[in-house]
């Protein structure tokens, strides 16, 4: 009795002095030592620390080439997919990503935007004229593939069927921009307002994908410039430069496949005066187009084998045939079509003009036309509706580019599409105004389709030391430049120094290797290019050692082609590197870029072979090694 007694009044005891403390602690609040101190790190932080994935260039049922063929899903349905919704495709496939994107821009083609929705409604607008009535009448009699047909005469005489009904357009234009604005969520997802611009001077490639910064209530004070304007890039720079006065939001503008404009993306003359490039276009270039869309469904441009002989990875998903039009490829085209030749040559416009035109950033995207962002090879839905999956040889068989060419061998074809490929952005949220001012310093990278993380900095006094640190990204920052950055002139005895860490995709393939690309100009006026592996798998342990020849031996293959699968029993999870440049000049121009390459991983053919008991054809390649690319960090002597 007297112990139940005793413990009574010790618990008493212990309540009434929590409550004098918790008293004394609402009362009598000690204040901080000094009157400005902050304890949390992070209000301080203004250094990027998160990548975000992304789609700069999709298509839906409001792309002319998406809408008038098929039955394709609109605007809507893309955001819903890319935000990790569950939608059926246009054929009727349940079709969802095995992890949503971070942002997703829905790049509608400008010219005659939102035709086949105005079909599908039977628009009275479209009915008043009489070209509209021709073509609505073809898609309802299930035509649609003759219609596309006459319209593209139409685009391809640059003579718009629909002239003088901006009313429609700019319908049209708004429930673009209605449908960004009520799926943009500041914080969890972007979606960004943006169209296609897509000058094809006789069908060759010079598309541009224009991304605006601001909101619906901004873009819609304008409707898209289009082909039928101009295929002249000089003359759409003005027309952005006019739009940001008229919407107060600014705007940049992404090309994409230099490989299929015929030598014409990174020319050596403008296009319509046929002037040698000066200093004020290489200024507005880089002004208005900080970034290059460098891999795509239509084919890989980062290099071509005949530019980069000594490049093991050069001949990558490569598409140097045709284009749209008549026109078949000449070696001569291929140095003003290619990512690495284009910056490259950079260099000596810089050293000549004081400014550099071809001075981007790099991204990948999908260009789907099926409003399905998949980027990933088990997952591929084509590039149009025709070509969703399915056992039909066309999945396969038809031809993409090179239609109007009589050689066959010039011909590219749907198996030669690639499921890539995505945008990793470094920024400080997702917001549509950090993301666009992320691309806009170049903060940027490339991939393939996988979502393996790269991050680069370059600087003069980093150690081997510091890839362990944990404040390892604001250290960067500190002391060195991001991807995209500038390293000015070399202080006397230093050299060029980068830090690279990769980690692969989290639901994906295990890494090869690291590698740094490195091109300069030296004294001759002459460019050079070099490809150095700086980590790679096996490396730590002593089980794979470069050659004689410098080379390191393949990775290996665990790829088992008949079951479409693999194994990550090679490669790594996580590579790292400290690297300084060898052959540094402090008087060369120069860039550096990263490239992380994958072990090899069943590529879509070989899927679809398996689930519909298809044969590719036997050029098709059985598997594919993905890959990313940085944005370029650039060396400039004083």
């Known amino acids: 009795m007297k112990q139940t007694v005793r413990r009574s009044m010790i618990a008493a005891a212990g309540v009434l ?66 935000r990790g919704e569950e939608v059926k495709s246009s054929t009727g496939l349940p079709a969802k990503l095995q992890r949503p994107l971070d942002f997703l821009v829905v790049s509608d083609h400008s010219e005659n935007l939102g035709l086949a929705p105005q079909i599908a409604k039977s628009d009275p607008e479209l009915l008043k004229s009489e070209w509209g009535r021709k073509v ?166 980062e290099t071509h084998p005949s530019l980069s002989p000594n490049d093991e990875f050069a001949n990558f998903e490569r598409w140097d045939k045709s284009s749209f039009g008549l026109e078949v490829h000449t070696p001569a085209m291929l140095p003003r079509e290619y990512t690495r030749e284009a910056l490259k040559r950079g260099l000596k416009y810089e050293q000549q003009l004081g400014a550099n035109p071809f001075k981007f950033g790099i991204v990948g995207s999908t260009d789907s036309h099926t409003s399905l962002a998949t980027t990933q090879e088990d997952n591929f839905f084509g590039k149009v509706v025709p070509l969703e999956p399915s056992a039909n ?91 995209g950055g500038d390293l000015k002139s070399a202080p006397p005895g230093k050299v060029p120094t980068f830090l690279v860490r990769a980690v692969r995709d989290a639901d994906g393939a295990n890494l090869d290797r690291i590698q740094i690309v490195k091109g300069w100009l030296d004294a001759a006026g002459n460019t050079h290019e070099k490809v150095y592996d700086v980590a790679w798998s096996g490396q730590l342990e002593n089980k794979r050692r470069p050659g004689k020849d410098g080379k390191l031996p393949p990775v290996g293959n665990t790829v088992n082609v008949k079951d479409a699968s693999y194994t990550n029993a090679i490669g790594a999870p996580y590579l ?57 960090i650039w060396y400039s002597p004083a």
Do not use: C
């Not at 139409?154 to 960004?180: H, I, Y």
């Not at 090179?402 to 749907?414: F, S, T």
């Not at 398996?610 to 944005?631: C, L, N, V």
């Open 17 to 82: 002095m929590l409550a004098n403390a918790a008293q004394a602690l609402g009362q009598d609040v000690p204040p901080p030592v000094g009157k400005k101190i902050t304890y949390s790190p992070y209000p301080a932080k203004d250094f990027t620390n998160r990548v975000y994935f992304g789609d700069t260039h999709l298509h839906t049922s409001y792309s002319r080439a998406a809408g008038m063929i098929g039955k394709p899903l609109g605007p809507e349905e893309a955001y819903r997919f890319a």
């Open 393 to 483: 040889p066309v999945r396969f068989d038809e031809v993409i580019t090179g239609r109007l060419v009589k050689d066959k061998a010039m011909k590219q074809y749907a198996w030669m599409t690639s499921a890539s490929g995505l945008a990793g952005v470094w920024a400080k949220e997702n917001t549509r105004e950090a993301l666009w001012d992320a691309m806009s310093r170049k903060e940027v990278y490339a991939t393939t389709g996988t979502r393996l993380l790269v991050r680069v900095f370059g600087g003069y006094d980093f150690t081997a030391r510091d890839l362990e640190r944990s404040d390892f990204a604001e250290q960067g920052y500190k002391r060195g430049v991001p991807m």
């Open 136 to 301: 609505h009448d073809l898609v309802k009699s299930g035509k649609g593939l003759e219609a596309f047909n006459e319209w593209s005469l139409r685009l391809g005489a640059r003579d718009d069927p629909l002239k003088g009904n901006e009313a429609m357009t700019r319908s049209m234009w708004q429930q673009e921009t209605a449908a960004a604005e009520k799926y943009n969520e500041p914080g969890r997802f972007t979606a960004f307002i943006g169209f296609e611009w897509t000058s094809t001077p006789d069908g060759n490639n010079l598309h541009r994908n224009v991304i605006f910064r601001g909101n619906k209530e901004q873009a819609d004070k304008i409707i898209p410039i289009s082909q039928y304007d101009t295929v002249d890039p000089e003359v759409l720079w003005q027309w952005m430069s006019d739009a940001e006065k008229k919407t107060g939001t600014r705007l940049l503008a992404i090309p994409h496949n230099g490989n299929l404009s015929m030598g014409l993306m990174f020319d050596d003359v403008t296009l319509t005066t046929r002037k040698p490039l000066d200093r004020d276009y290489a200024q507005r270039r880089m002004r208005w187009e900080p970034l290059y869309e460098t891999t795509q469904m239509k084919g890989d441009g």
């Open 576 to 632: 790292h590197a400290h690297w300084k440049d060898p052959g540094f000049d402090p008087k060369q121009r120069a860039f550096y870029y990263v490239r992380v390459i994958e072990i090899p991983t069943p590529r879509w053919t070989t899927y679809d072979a398996k689930f519909f008991g298809t044969k590719p054809p036997a050029e098709a390649p059985t598997a594919i090694q993905d890959r990313a690319y940085t944005s370029p």
